[in-house]
């Protein structure tokens, strides 16, 4: 007896009408004035870095060429350096790869992805943020390269009841912990927050959860914050002149020993 594929797809409209319910109920106004800080974006954005990827640079040029993934080439060497957005959807695109799905049916997944229906707003960095902050959001990628995101929990119950077609599930909570190396996501658990947090609060969180920086300081007033401090040490190896030209750094201390530079700590202050 073969596939009902008429049913089939009927239960699939139903169920991405079901999680497209339950973004618009999870997308507070103070979780999108949170995804739309400035601070946020430079984090996700601004800073970019070699991929380290079992991808040859050949393949990854290649990727580039076809619209796959979106990079900056340094014209030293012609490495390709990469935000922390784009170095998630690398890791998906080498999963998606070993699965068999071919590059066009790749692209589709990524223009859902990284759709701007709202201005600045993706539904990769909403899924992202809300795995790290409150409850781990999933990918489901169908065959044909349709993609919708869920919960865990609506993902659990649909499983139960409905009869889902085939399909690749990615959890933004195991992606998130390759990018962020240094998270604080065991120590603190799953927050399964309920009660509503302010953007202020959310942006305080997120540096703890993430763990960018080794020392994070707040300062308030009449009970809300109005300024967070962060400092960590970044690699001795980078460009000097690259590091200066970050604008996010307010203050920078280098360290060295016997002529070397063995330490470069910064400092940076984010007004909320």
């Known amino acids: 007896m073969g596939l009902d594929i008429a049913k089939i797809k009927k239960e699939q409209e139903k169920i991405d009408q079901r999680i497209k319910e339950e973004i618009y109920q999870d997308l507070s106004e103070n979780l999108l004035n949170f995804l739309l800080d400035k601070d946020l974006k430079e984090n996700f954005h601004e800073e970019k ?24 080439q340094n014209t030293e060497g012609g490495w390709f350096y990469f935000d922390r957005i784009e170095s998630i959807w690398i ?3 080498s999963e998606l790869r070993d699965f068999g799905l071919d590059l066009d049916k790749i692209v589709r997944v990524r223009e859902e992805l990284f759709d701007e229906s709202i201005q600045n707003f993706k539904l990769i960095e909403f899924a992202l943020i809300h795995s790290i902050l409150k409850e781990p959001y999933l990918m489901i990628i169908y065959k044909d390269g349709t993609t919708s995101v869920t919960t865990t929990s609506v993902y659990s119950e649909t499983i139960k009841s409905s009869n889902l077609p085939p399909h690749i599930v990615f959890n933004f909570f195991y992606l998130a912990n390759q990018i962020f190396p240094n998270n604080n996501f065991e120590l603190l658990g799953n927050l399964g927050l309920d009660n509503e947090l302010k953007a202020s609060e959310m942006k305080v969180l997120y540096f703890i959860r993430t763990g960018d920086f080794q020392e994070i300081k707040i300062r308030m007033k009449d009970g809300d914050i109005y300024l967070v401090e962060g400092n960590r040490q970044l690699g001795n190896k980078e460009k000097i002149i690259d590091i200066i030209n970050n604008a996010s750094y307010q203050n920078i201390e280098i360290r060295t020993e016997k002529g070397k530079i063995v330490n470069i700590n910064s400092s940076e202050k984010f007004k909320i």
């Open 91 to 93: 890791d998906i695109v």
């Open 49 to 72: 870095s070699r991929k380290r990827t079992e991808q040859s640079k050949r393949v990854i040029s290649y990727w580039v060429k076809k619209g796959v993934i979106k990079a900056e």
